[in-house]
């Protein structure tokens, strides 16, 4: 089932209004080289250099836009995982705050990440930019999880 939402009458939403507050990373993980989840670990998380071109001292070196290309390992795109990983880690995470409050390292209060939309960090760039960009369609589904909402790109259909 498939819905569109008309961006050319905005006027409808006159008046009406939402707090848009700061997205905020609540939890992380990582896959490892045979793509096995680790939740609340950061051995795979890697920084963005950006390149550093014409820079006064530095040398200049052609970038090779083949590196990683022998070793790249196809994902098999039957298995639809777009929110498994984000979600077992949300339960490690809880899990691991509950297990801090029986040890005594913290309060028992509801451990439950505290979000009313939790998605991947794209997704909220497609979502802020829809309304400057009149060329590009995209698809997102919204999974409700206990009152939350996962936003994910689309499983394509089988041709």
Known sequence: MTFNFDLTHLERFAGSSTSIRRPRECTYFSYDDNHVLKPL????LA???PPIFGAPGAQEVRPDLS???KTFRQR???????LDGLLDTLQAHEESLLEKARNGEGELVD?????DVI?????????LTVAFDDFSDFEMNATSFQVRRGLTHPTPMPS
């Open 111 to 115: 451990v439950r990440v505290k979000a």
């Open 47 to 49: 920084c963005y250099y």
């Open 67 to 69: 590196v990683g290309f």
């Open 119 to 127: 998605t991947w960090r794209g997704m909220m760039t497609k979502i």
């Open 41 to 44: 670990s950061t051995e795979s």
């Open 76 to 82: 098999d795109d039957s298995i639809d995982e777009h």
